[in-house]
Each structure stands twice: as C-alpha cells, then as structure tokens.
C-alpha cells in the first residue's frame, strides 16, 4: 500500500482553507493533501471516512499546568501527565505546552528542566513540550537561558502577581533581556499583586470570605494596569512578549494599541473569559468555588464580546485552555480546605486559583460557532505552533507536518451529526471531580483524534485508544511569529 490511513469524504480546514479535501497519511505524518477522490482507497492500509465532518490540524493547546506543586493558594495540582494528556486527546488535542515550574528556593533552571522531564517522559498521550517557569531570576537562572533553547525551550512564563510567583519590574526586565539575547519569547501574567492583596484584606475586614469575592478582589483594574505596564517594559527592551488569558476587555485595548503602533506584543485568551462569568462564582454554598480562576471570569456580555471581537479580529493570537485544575472534594474538605468551623463558605484567599479545560477547549469552540473556522484553527493550533516554535511540524496539515488530525462529526443537522447534548464531568477524562462548564450545550466532540498517524481517539469505538507514552517531547524552535526586530543588541538609551 501506498498510504498508511486516509481520511476522506471530510470538509478540510486550515489556518488558510476549507473545502473538500482528502488527507493522506505516510508513517507519522502528512504525504499530501488533495481534492476529494484523488487517492484511491485500494492503496490504503486504513481509511477513515469523514462523512462530511471537519477534518482540522490536531489542537495545540500552549497555556497547561500539570503535576505542580502548591503555588496558586493551597494545594497541588490535580492532574498528572498521564490524566492532562489523556483528557487532552478525548477533546481533539495533540500537543501541549505545560510548565516547568521554580520556586524560589530553587537556583537552577536546568535542573527544574530535568525535573519535569523526568514527570513526563513515558507518561503521555499528547506529544508536548514545556515553558520554564522563572518565578526567581538570580545570575545562576538567566546565565541558563541559552542552555535552556539550546535544549529546545523557546519561550518561558513570569508572573506580576502570587506571593511564590511575583517578579517586581526590575526582575522583569532582567529576564526580558536575556530574553532577547536568545530568541525567547516571554509570557506574561498581568495582574497587579499588590492591588489584589490590599482588595483581599479591604474584603476581608468586612468580614467577605464566600468564593464570589475572589471576583471583586481581582479588579480589571489589576489586570489593565499590570498589562500596560508589561507592554512598557516590553517596548523598553524592545523583545517580544505574550499576554496571557486576558479577561478585560480594557487590557484588550491597551494591546490592540500596542499592536497598532508595531510593538511585538502578542496576546492570549481562554474558555473561562467567554464562557463563564461572574454570577458562576457567586453559585450557594461553596460551589462558586470551581470557577474560581485569574484573573475572575468577568461580569457579563459586554465582557464576552469584547473578548470575541479581539478573537476575531486578530488582536488574540491564541485560545489556551490554562487548565490548572484542583480537586473541588480536596478544597471544601480535604488537606486543603478553605473551609473551617469559623469560616463555614470557606476564605477565598486559599482557594487554589485554577480551573479544569483542556478536554473542553475544542468542544466548546465549536459549538459556540462563533468563530469562521479558518479563524478557529489559527487560535487554536497552527497560530500557538507558530508562536512557539512547532511549525510546521505541528498546526499544519503540509506534506512532511506530523499527521496529527481531529476529525469531527458532521456538522448539526447532516447525517452522522451529534444531537445537541449537556456537558456533563463525567463524560470527561481528567482526574477532576467537576468541570466549571458542567450543563454547558454542546453540538460538536472529536469523533477521531490522530497524532503521528495513530489514531489515538475513536468516540464511536472504544473512545481512548492511545497509549500512554506514545507522546514524546518535541523540541522547539524560536517563534516565527516573533522574530528579531533586526535592532541588534540592546543599548541603554541617550
Ligand atoms: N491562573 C489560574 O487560574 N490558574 C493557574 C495560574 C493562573 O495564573
Ligand atoms: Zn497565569
Ligand atoms: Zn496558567
């Protein structure tokens, strides 16, 4: 046989087309991509017929926290490597990007780096790669930088607020700067810590523990400012950087702003800024608890829209899931509980700070139909595989990308199509005992994922049929969204 699988009869969709194509499959990746009928079948070890269902690059989803330690409030994080990347592929995701996470205490990246390959290796589903996390840039961890590309890490991730986590601008541009030197492209929480801290203890004072006050004590204002600042000091090194899950649409601005006048200012938005709210974590009792993420979920529709707009019109370059789940049964009761005989709705203050999303990302994506499809696959794999280095290896259905593929059902109302559905936790793959998108409809779910031409997902036949260690780690190139602005070495300016 000529080809090893393919895919016919689909609607293919590419950051740049959609039409009738069928996708043939040599080995692990793509051998060509041609008009309906072009390959025949008889030369064909498997064939998947797509009966008119979208056939998309396989998600890239860039923004994951699995197997961390306590850093976001109490407790760990409740996903490992194996359960991450196995929800990730029930929900059309091929690759992840999670973080390898300093604490303070810990002087040398390298060996962070050799830590959390060593959590992951043999361990997943997904193919992946990792973001370093520098939450302390002494001279022993910016010295690191260039061993770290070296060894295929492109981009890392600082924080502007988290008592463990929190950089003060100096520390920033130290890290912006060995940045530049060697091609690294910086993500940037925005928020302001100090305003959070001083709103949890105004809130605290009068005597406002309950969940849905984790909202008021993360104002936009916090983000907004902390994202303008950002942008300064990015302009200031002149390098690139990434803001991550904006929520406000005001930081939308000030980015779009950004952008307009040139600056290599690239910006990220998540499910949770579209698709949840504030009323979620004002839910009785403790429940507003699963939706407490950062920054909040926002207070309504103008919030969304704002966020839309900037999906469509370019302002974000990605839709990351920032799955940071913790176990809602640990929170209201377990080693990390929030709550107490004194404090019976529990202290926002130590509710972890993360929500489960990596398995819903796509899904709900697609049943929103918000996005036009083309602009739907560049936010959610072949722009996050530019960005950081993977393509076109990965994001791409090109003759020589690896052949990682979601195939969905046939849209709502032709045959093969899903009925509309809720979504309900149980339906998912992670080790999480809730999704904050619990009874969310749904009218799309991958009904094949492939990743290296396996398929490693069939929702009709057995569902997970991957195996744990397939996934490997894939070394990354600089960004090719982010390039050198050709400025040479930074001088202090005259
Ligand atoms: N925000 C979250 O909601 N979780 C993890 C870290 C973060 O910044
Ligand atoms: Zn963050
Ligand atoms: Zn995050």
């Known amino acids: 046989p000529i080809y090893d699988l393919l895919i016919i009869n689909g609607i293919v969709v590419t950051d740049k087309e959609i039409g009738e194509f069928d996708v043939a499959v040599k080995g692990e990746q793509i051998l060509?991509?041609?008009?309906?009928?072009?390959?025949?079948?008889?030369?064909?070890?498997?064939?998947?017929?797509?009966?008119?269902?979208?056939?998309?690059?396989?998600?890239?989803?860039?923004?994951?926290?699995?197997?961390?330690?306590?850093?976001?409030?109490?407790g760990s994080t409740a996903d490992n490597y194996e359960t991450g990347s196995r929800s990730a592929i029930a929900g059309g995701?091929?690759?992840?990007?999670?973080?390898?996470?300093?604490?303070?205490?810990?002087?040398?990246?390298?060996?962070?780096?050799?830590?959390?390959?060593?959590?992951?290796?043999?361990?997943?589903?997904?193919?992946?790669?990792?973001?370093?996390?520098?939450?302390n840039p002494t001279p022993t961890a910016l010295a690191e930088f260039a061993t770290l590309?070296?060894?295929?890490?492109?981009?890392l991730k600082i924080y502007m607020t988290y008592e463990a986590l929190q950089l003060h601008d100096a520390q920033i541009l130290d890290v912006l700067l060995e940045a530049r030197k060697n091609g690294i492209t910086t993500m940037v929480h925005a928020e302001n810590g100090h305003v959070i801290e001083w709103m949890t203890r105004k809130l605290e004072e009068e005597e406002k523990f309950a969940p849905k006050w984790h909202g008021t004590s993360h104002p936009p204002?916090?983000?907004?400012?902390?994202?303008?600042?950002?942008?300064?000091?990015?302009?200031f090194i002149d390098t690139p950087i990434l803001i991550v899950h904006v929520s406000s649409p005001v930081a939308v601005e000030?980015?779009?702003?950004?952008?307009?006048k040139g600056l290599p200012i690239f910006?990220?938005?998540?499910?949770?800024?579209?698709?949840?709210?504030?009323a979620d974590l004002d839910k009785p009792g403790f429940e507003g608890a699963k939706c407490v993420c950062a920054p909040p979920p926002r207070e309504g529709v103008a919030d969304h829209e704002g966020i839309w707009e900037g999906l469509k019109d370019g302002t974000f370059t990605v839709f990351s899931s920032d799955h940071c789940p913790f176990k809602y049964e640990d929170r209201e009761m377990g080693k990390m509980s929030s709550i107490t005989p004194e404090y019976p709705?529990?202290?926002?203050?130590?509710?972890?700070?993360?929500?489960?999303?990596?398995?819903?990302?796509?899904?709900?994506?697609?049943?929103?139909?918000r996005l036009e499809l083309r602009r739907l696959v560049q936010v959610t794999s072949t722009d996050a595989a530019k960005l950081y280095g993977l393509y076109p290896r990965k994001g791409a259905l090109?003759?020589?990308?690896?052949?990682?593929?979601?195939?969905?059902?046939?849209?709502?109302?032709?045959?093969?199509?899903?009925a509309e559905f809720e979504l309900k936790n149980e339906m998912l793959h992670h080790n999480v005992d809730y999704t904050p998108f619990e009874g969310k409809k749904l009218k799309q779910w991958p009904r094949w994922t492939i990743l290296r031409g396996q398929v490693v997902w069939d929702r009709e036949k057995g569902g997970l049929l991957g195996e744990k260690g397939y996934g490997k780690f894939i070394k990354r190139d600089r960004s090719c969204l982010t390039g050198s602005r050709g400025l040479g070495e930074w001088k202090i300016p005259e």
């Open 32 to 74: 060509a991509v041609e008009p309906r009928g072009s390959f025949s079948t008889r030369e064909a070890v498997k064939v998947i017929d797509a009966q008119g269902g979208y056939v998309m690059p396989g998600g890239v989803d860039a923004h994951v926290h699995l197997q961390e330690p306590p850093m976001f409030g109490k």
């Open 221 to 235: 204002m916090a983000e907004f400012e902390a994202t303008y600042r950002a942008i300064c000091l990015s302009e």
């Open 93 to 135: 995701t091929t690759t992840i990007i999670t973080f390898a996470p300093q604490r303070k205490h810990e002087p040398s990246l390298l060996t962070i780096l050799a830590a959390t390959h060593a959590k992951a290796a043999n361990n997943c589903f997904t193919d992946y790669s990792f973001h370093l996390l520098v939450s």
């Open 254 to 260: 000030h980015i779009r702003a950004a952008q307009k």
């Open 149 to 155: 590309r070296r060894e295929g890490i492109s981009s």
């Open 267 to 278: 910006a990220e938005t998540c499910p949770q800024y579209v698709f949840l709210t504030a």
């Open 345 to 369: 709705e529990g202290r926002f203050r130590y509710i972890p700070n993360g929500i489960a999303g990596i398995e819903t990302r796509l899904p709900l994506a697609m049943s929103a139909e």
């Open 398 to 418: 090109l003759p020589g990308s690896d052949a990682d593929v979601t195939v969905w059902y046939p849209p709502t109302g032709k045959d093969g199509s899903l």
